[in-house]
């Protein structure tokens, strides 16, 4: 079973940017998909960006794209989320996810592993 923990979170000014990794634990990260999400204040929990297990499709939300980038590298077990030009609506908790399936990849229902979370805030 693969374990899940994400780091990179912290405080960024507005048009900032950062980088988000979840380290993969196991010998199985290959056979998940990944995905990022993320929960703000009294939110639900939303869909950023997903890779299937072979990275050879990404999906992005209208919300991030163009600003943000989903990269996995099975060799090293990690996933990574390039966010660019943040803005202060991009303040939130962001998950990493583990899925089995490879389809609907933008429903949390869909995954069935999590990390903790890493808490991103963007100041304005």
């Known amino acids: 079973q693969v374990q899940l923990v994400e780091s990179g979170g912290g405080l960024v000014q507005a048009g900032g940017s950062l980088r988000l990794s979840c380290a993969a634990s196991?010998?199985?990260?290959?056979?998940?998909?990944m995905g990022w999400f993320r929960q703000a204040p009294g939110k639900e929990r939303e869909f950023v960006s997903a890779?299937?297990?072979?990275?050879?499709?990404?999906l992005v939300s209208d919300s991030v794209k163009g600003r943000f980038t989903i990269s996995r590298d099975n060799a090293k077990n990690t996933v990574h989320l390039q966010m660019n030009s943040l803005k202060p609506e991009d303040t939130a908790v962001y998950y990493c996810?583990?899925?089995?399936?490879?389809?609907?990849?933008?429903?949390?229902?869909?995954?069935?592993?999590w990390g903790q979370g890493t808490r991103v805030t963007v100041s304005s």
């Open positions: 996810a583990a899925s089995y399936g490879s389809s609907y990849l933008h429903s949390p229902g869909r995954y069935d592993l």
């Open positions: 196991g010998r199985t990260f290959s056979n998940y998909a």
């Open positions: 890779s299937s297990r072979s990275a050879g499709t990404t």
